[in-house]
C-alpha cells in the first residue's frame, strides 16, 4: 500500500443502504460500551407522501477537521490535528471541561458520562483506527461496508473521485462535495443526492470558525490592554474633576465664610 | 443533527453487558496450539485465523482478530467470493453470538414442567444417554417414523441427514417451506435448478419481485447490487413497502399483495404478443415456444391493471425495457418467495421472463444454471447403506404433495400431522439449531403439537424457545468454536474452523451427531474419529492436508469440465415454460394465474420480510445487533392510522383468525393503506434469551397456515388482520 499523506473518508449517501454495519463494526474493533457509539445515522428517514417517497440517510463521526474547532476551544492542548489528517484527542491532558462539544459544529465530541473523572478519559470519538491504517488496513467502518457507500483513502484522489462521480451522473448528485472546503476542509468528506442541511450538516464557511475564534482571540490582550488604557483614562478625568470640584468647593465655602 | 439511534436505546443494556466483550476466556492450549503451528498467532496468543461465518446462510469468509484468546474483531475475508473483504452488521457482531451471556454451557434436564423453564445440569453422558433411550423407546414402540428430525441448512445438516436416515424415520422438517419453496420448484421445473446463480457484471435492467436486497443482505450480491445500480443499471422494484431497497430503485411500484404473477404475465404477454424475445435462443432452447401466444393472450397489460392497480401503460412500458435489454436483462428468481398460494406462479413467470430474455448461458449473462454439484470433488466417511423407509412422510411430500422435492418437503403440514396424528402419530422430536416454535405458523398449534410429543431434545447455543420447550438441550459450539463440513465455493473448498475453544462444556454438531449415532447403535454411519478426521476424509482425493487448508482457509478443487453443450436438467433437457411434468400432476402446465384471496374493508394484509440486523428468529438475543437495531414495530400506513384513531408509537392490538399479538404502531407513508408490516424475528417467549425476550411482537402468532399445494410454500403474506388501539 503507498504511503497516504493525508488520510480520508468518502461517503456517498446514494449508495448507504443504512445497514449499520459501519457502527458494528467500530463498535468491536474499538471496544465501544454497549451504551454509547462513535458512529450516528442521521439524515431524512423517509419523505414525502405515499407512493412519491424519498429516502437519504448518511453515516457520521468525526470530521477530523482541517482546523479543528475542537482544538482551538481546548484550554490544556487535549486535541492535535495530525500532519497525515487525523484529529487526535490525547485523554491523558483532557481535564473534562467539555469546551469541545460545544465548539465542535457537527456535534462530535461526547462526554464519558461512566468513566467520568474518576477514569481520566472524559471525551468518546472516532480515533480514524490508528491501528489499523498504520497496519495497511481500512479504518473498520470503511472495509466492512457492502456496498461501498464508505471510501477511505488520500484527501485529494477521494475529491478526484467524487468530482468525476458527480459529473459521470449529474443528474444523480448534488453538485458538491461537503467537506472539501466547509469550515476550512474536512478529511470526512460526502457526497448526497439530498441537500446536505436535510442530512442534517450545518451550512459552514469555507473560513474556518476557528480562525474566526482565533482572530478574535488575538484581539484580546490588546483589546484588553487599549480597554484598560481607556478606562485608566475616564477614571484620571473623573478622579481630577472632582479634586478640581472639591477644591472649588473648599475654596467657594472659604469665601463664604469669609463673608 | 437528528439521531435516528437514541441514547436511551443504548442505555436499555446498560453496564450489565458493556463488560461483555471481556467474558472470553484465556484459549486453551489446543485450538491456540494448532494456530501457532499454522502461523496464525504469535507466542503470545495473537493473530488472525481464517474461517467462515455463519450468522446467516451466505456463509461470508471471515478473518478472526485473536487477542489473550478471545475474539476482539472479525473482517471479511477478502478471498473468499462471498464476502470479498465485507461482512454485513450480522457478520460484524457474529462474536456476540459466541459471548452471548445467554450461551448453554452444559448439557441441559428438564426438571419442572415444559415451557416452565427449569433444567439441571447435566453431563454429556447422562443427556445423549436420555435422548438415545427415548428415541430408542419410540422407535421400538411406534416405529423409525414417529420420530422426527427437524434442522436447517447449515454446513452439518450433512450429518443431520446421516443421522436422520440411518435411524430410519422419513419425517424430515427443514424450514423450507416457511421459505424459499416457491422459488425453488418453479427453477427446478423450468431450468432443472434449483436456485440459478446471478451475475451483475453486464446487467442493465433487473426486474426485483419482493426481494430486498438492501436489508435481506448477501454482503457479495448486496455489493454487487449496488455497484450495478451505481454504474447505472436500471431497477424495477415490486414491493408493498417502500423498503431501502426500494429508496435505491429508478422505479418501486407498490402492487398489491398476491398479484405480482398477474403482473408478470401481463410483461409476457407484451413480449411475446409483439414478439420482443430473444427468439433465436428461445426456439432452440425453450419448450413451450409454439403455444405461449396463444396461452398468454389473455394476460393483457389492461386486465392486469384491474388485478395489481398497476397503470396498464406501466406494465406495457416496463416490458418492452425488459425486453429491449434483451441478454442483460434480469428478472431476480427471489428468496423467500412463500407469500401466497400463487407465489410457485410468480415465480414460474420469472422463470419464463428470464428464459425469454435469453440471459441463460449466455456469456456474462446474467443467470447462469451451472451449479456445481455439492461436495463433488471431497471424499466422505464410508458407511453401509441406508434402512429402507416405507412409512409416509408426515408432511404429505410427495403422496398429497407429488412435487415438492423431499429434500425441502411441507414443514407446517408436518406440524399439522402431528395435532391430527394422520396417517399416523407422531411420538418424538430431534431438533438441531432450529426454533420452530417462532417460525412455524400458528404458533399456538405449535405449542400443542409439542404437548402431543413423549420426548422432544434440542441442539443450539443458546437458550431459544423450542429449548425453552424440550426436555433436553444439547448445547453446541458457536461457529466461531467449532469445525464444520468443507463448503465449496466455485472450484475452492472453504473452512469453518475454531477460532477460539468452545465455551464450557459446547460441542460441535459433528461430535454430537457421532455420539448420539453410536448411542442409537448406528456407529457404522459415523466413520470419523472426530471433526478434523471427517476434514481429512473429505479432503483424500485432493491430496491436501487439513494444516494447509487451516493455515490458507480453504482447498484448490479441480475445474469441473465443460463441453460447451447447453443442456437443462429436465425431461426434455430444454427451458420448460410448458410443462408436462406440471400436466402430469394436475397442475397447469403454464405460468397461469390463480386469484389469491383479498381482505376485507376492514382487513390488512400482514407483511412479513427483513431487517439488515437479523437474521429469522436467530439473532434478536445478540446485544450487538439489539443496540443497532431500530425498536420492532407494526407499520401501518399514517392515513389510514390517523383514520382509525391512533397515533405513532401507540400500542396496538393485532388480531387474526388464529391469535392476537401487541405491538407498538409505526405510522408511517412507507405502506400500501391496505398492509400492515410486523418488524420480524421478534416476539420471543424464552425467558432464557434475556436480552430479546419481552421485546416485540412474533408473526408466528398470527399467520393462519395456508399451503400451496404445488410447491408446498406457506403462503406468509395470506393472513388478514384487524388492527385495533390497545
Not at chain 1, 67 to 87: L, W
Not at chain 2, 106 to 131: C, N, Q
Not at chain 2, 274 to 293: H, M, P, S, T, W
Request: with cysteine; charged share 20%; hydrophobic share 35%.
Amino acid at each position: 500500500m503507498t504511503e497516504i499523506k493525508h488520510h480520508a473518508y468518502l461517503f456517498d449517501a446514494t449508495r448507504c443502504i443504512d445497514c449499520r454495519a459501519c457502527m458494528v463494526a467500530c463498535s468491536v474493533e474499538n471496544n465501544i460500551a454497549m451504551d454509547k457509539t462513535r458512529i450516528w445515522v442521521a439524515g431524512i428517514g423517509i419523505k414525502g407522501e405515499y407512493p412519491n417517497l424519498e429516502r437519504g440517510s448518511m453515516v457520521y463521526h468525526c470530521m477530523h477537521c482541517e482546523h479543528p474547532d475542537c482544538m482551538s476551544a481546548c484550554p490544556v492542548g487535549a486535541y492535535t490535528k495530525a500532519e497525515d489528517g487525523p484529529v487526535i484527542y490525547n485523554p491523558e491532558v483532557c481535564i473534562g471541561c467539555r469546551y469541545c462539544m460545544n465548539a465542535c459544529p457537527f456535534g462530535v465530541p461526547h462526554f464519558d458520562y461512566d468513566k467520568g473523572i474518576i477514569d481520566g478519559a472524559f471525551i468518546d470519538k472516532c480515533t480514524f483506527c490508528p491501528q489499523r491504517i498504520y497496519n495497511g488496513q481500512e479504518p473498520a467502518c470503511v472495509q466492512t461496508c457492502p456496498t461501498d457507500a464508505l471510501e477511505y483513502g488520500e484527501r485529494d484522489e477521494l475529491i478526484v473521485k467524487a468530482r468525476a462521480r458527480i459529473a459521470a451522473h449529474p443528474d444523480r448528485y448534488i453538485d458538491h462535495i461537503y467537506g472539501e472546503f466547509e469550515n476550512g476542509g474536512t478529511s470526512y468528506l460526502i457526497l448526497s443526492h439530498i441537500p446536505f442541511n436535510e442530512l442534517g450538516l450545518p451550512d459552514l464557511p469555507a473560513e474556518p470558525i476557528s480562525e474566526v475564534s482565533e482572530k478574535v482571540m488575538e484581539m484580546t490582550i490588546p483589546f484588553a490592554l487599549s480597554w484598560g488604557a481607556v478606562l485608566s483614562g475616564v477614571a484620571a478625568g473623573v478622579h481630577l474633576y472632582n479634586k478640581n470640584k472639591e477644591e472649588k468647593t473648599a475654596a467657594e465655602e472659604n469665601t463664604e465664610a469669609t463673608k | 443533527m437528528t439521531q435516528t439511534i437514541s441514547r436511551r436505546d443504548f442505555l436499555k443494556l446498560g453496564a450489565t453487558s458493556a463488560g461483555v466483550l471481556a467474558l472470553g476466556q484465556m484459549l486453551p492450549p489446543k485450538v491456540a496450539q494448532a494456530a501457532r503451528d499454522a502461523g496464525h498467532l504469535n507466542a503470545a496468543g495473537d493473530g488472525y485465523i481464517t474461517s467462515m461465518c455463519e450468522m446467516c446462510v451466505w456463509r461470508c469468509g471471515l478473518v478472526a482478530k485473536i487477542q489473550d484468546g478471545r475474539v476482539v474483531k472479525l473482517d471479511g475475508n477478502p478471498e473468499h467470493p462471498h464476502s470479498r473483504g465485507k461482512l454485513c452488521p450480522r457478520g460484524q457482531s457474529g462474536l456476540m453470538n459466541t459471548y452471548d451471556p445467554d450461551r448453554v454451557l452444559t448439557p441441559l434436564i428438564r426438571v419442572g414442567k415444559r415451557g416452565e423453564g427449569l433444567f439441571r445440569k447435566a453431563s454429556w453422558d447422562e443427556a445423549l444417554d436420555m435422548v438415545a433411550v427415548n428415541m430408542l423407546k419410540i422407535k421400538e414402540q411406534y416405529g423409525p417414523e414417529a420420530m422426527i428430525f427437524s434442522s436447517t441448512h447449515n454446513l452439518s445438516q450433512v450429518q443431520f441427514e446421516n443421522l436422520l436416515y440411518a435411524f430410519g424415520s422419513p419425517n424430515y422438517g427443514t424450514q423450507r417451506s416457511l421459505c424459499f419453496n416457491a422459488m425453488i420448484t418453479a427453477f427446478l421445473l423450468t431450468y432443472g435448478v434449483e436456485e440459478p446463480s446471478r451475475n451483475y457484471d453486464n446487467v442493465e435492467f433487473i426486474l426485483m419481485v419482493g426481494r430486498n436486497m438492501m436489508e435481506a443482505i448477501s454482503t457479495s450480491e448486496t455489493g454487487e447490487l449496488a455497484r450495478a445500480i451505481d454504474r447505472g443499471a436500471k431497477l424495477v422494484y415490486l414491493d408493498p413497502r417502500y423498503t431501502k431497497t426500494a429508496s435505491k430503485a429508478d422505479e418501486w411500484i407498490p402492487i398489491r399483495p398476491g398479484t405480482d404473477a398477474a403482473f408478470l404475465l401481463a410483461m409476457i404477454n407484451v413480449i411475446v404478443m409483439n414478439e420482443l424475445a430473444d427468439c433465436d435462443f428461445v426456439k432452440q432452447y425453450v419448450i413451450g415456444c409454439d403455444g405461449i401466444r396463444d396461452e398468454m393472450s389473455r394476460y393483457t397489460p389492461e386486465w392486469a391493471e384491474k388485478i395489481t392497480g398497476v397503470p396498464a401503460a406501466d406494465i406495457d412500458r416496463i416490458a418492452r425495457e425488459y425486453a429491449a435489454a434483451e441478454h442483460n436483462a434480469l428478472a431476480h428468481p427471489g428468496w423467500r418467495t412463500s407469500n401466497f398460494i400463487n407465489s410457485f406462479q410468480t415465480e414460474r413467470a420469472i422463470a419464463t421472463l428470464n428464459a425469454l430474455s435469453g440471459n441463460v448461458l449466455t456469456p456474462g449473462g446474467c443467470l447462469s444454471t451451472e451449479v456445481a454439484a455439492e461436495g463433488a470433488g471431497l471424499g466422505a466417511p464410508s458407511q453401509p447403506p441406508y434402512p429402507r423407509v416405507s412409512a409416509l412422510r408426515l408432511d404429505g411430500a410427495p403422496w398429497k404433495y407429488p412435487l415438492v422435492p423431499l429434500k425441502l418437503g411441507v414443514f407446517q403440514e408436518l406440524r399439522n400431522a402431528v395435532l391430527t396424528g394422520d396417517p399416523y402419530q407422531a411420538h418424538g422430536w430431534f431438533i438441531s439449531r432450529q426454533n420452530p416454535i417462532q417460525s412455524l405458523p400458528d404458533r399456538s398449534k405449535t405449542l400443542e403439537a409439542f404437548g402431543k410429543m413423549d420426548f422432544i431434545a434440542t441442539v443450539d447455543i443458546i437458550m431459544n424457545d423450542t429449548a425453552w420447550y424440550s426436555d433436553v438441550v444439547l448445547p453446541e459450539a458457536s461457529y466461531l468454536e467449532r469445525y464444520d463440513p468443507l463448503l465449496p465455493v466455485g472450484n475452492k473448498a472453504f473452512i469453518r474452523q475454531p477460532v477460539v475453544e468452545p465455551q464450557g462444556e459446547a460441542k460441535s454438531a459433528l461430535w454430537i451427531y457421532k455420539q448420539l449415532g453410536e448411542r442409537l447403535g448406528l456407529g457404522d454411519f459415523f466413520q470419523y474419529e472426530d471433526e478434523e478426521d471427517y476434514i481429512r476424509q473429505q479432503l483424500e482425493p485432493l491430496g491436501v492436508s487439513l494444516e494447509e487448508v487451516k493455515e490458507k482457509g480453504y482447498a484448490e478443487m479441480p475445474e469441473s469440465e465443460h463441453d460447451g453443450e447447453i443442456t437443462f436438467n429436465t425431461p426434455s433437457g430444454k427451458i420448460e415454460v410448458y410443462s408436462e411434468t406440471l400436466k402430469n400432476a394436475g397442475f397447469s402446465p403454464w405460468p397461469t394465474w390463480e386469484e389469491p384471496p383479498f381482505p376485507t374493508a376492514d382487513e390488512f394484509y400482514l407483511l412479513t420480510g427483513k431487517v439488515a440486523q437479523h437474521t429469522q428468529f436467530g439473532t434478536q438475543n445478540n446485544q450487538l445487533l439489539h443496540k443497532y437495531s431500530d425498536e420492532p414495530r407494526l407499520w401501518m400506513n399514517a392515513k389510514i392510522a390517523a383514520k382509525l384513531g391512533i397515533e405513532d408509537g401507540d400500542w396496538v392490538e393485532i388480531t387474526s383468525p388464529v391469535g392476537k399479538a401487541h405491538s407498538l404502531l409505526l405510522a408511517t407513508e412507507a405502506i400500501r393503506p391496505d398492509c400492515v408490516y410486523l418488524t420480524p424475528g421478534y416476539g420471543h417467549i424464552s425467558k432464557g434469551l434475556k436480552t430479546a425476550f419481552g421485546v416485540g411482537a412474533s408473526d408466528s402468532a398470527l399467520h393462519v397456515t395456508y399451503t400451496d399445494p404445488i410447491s408446498g410454500g406457506q403462503a406468509l403474506s395470506q393472513t388478514f388482520v384487524t388492527v385495533k388501539k390497545a
